[in-house]
């Protein structure tokens, strides 16, 4: 069984990611499982014939350059690909970068 890893670092706070990754499964019909882990909150999916595992994790804020008043919020997402094909892994980031796409910001 082959195993992939990915990591995306994201430039929204965590509050943002849960429901558009949500709302990804829910649209794309991925049954999931969600499980809390401290700050960390762990999903899996079946995504074609095997299984995705998907860890979002938040991020420090960190101070914008422009303007120290301003927290820049992050969260990284580190992805384990098992048993999924390259085709499956290639529609499954498209989804998940029309997921997180800023549409007029």
Known sequence: MTETTMEWNVAFSPDEVIPRLENLF???????TQEDSGADRHYRTALGQGTLELVMHPLEPKRSPFSQSILIQR???????????????????????????????
């Open 26 to 32: 829910r649209q794309y019909d991925h049954t999931y």
């Open 75 to 105: 969260t990284l997402l580190h992805m384990t690909y098992k048993g999924v094909s390259s085709a499956d892994q290639a529609r499954f980031k498209h989804q998940l970068t029309m997921a997180f796409l800023r549409v007029g910001g």
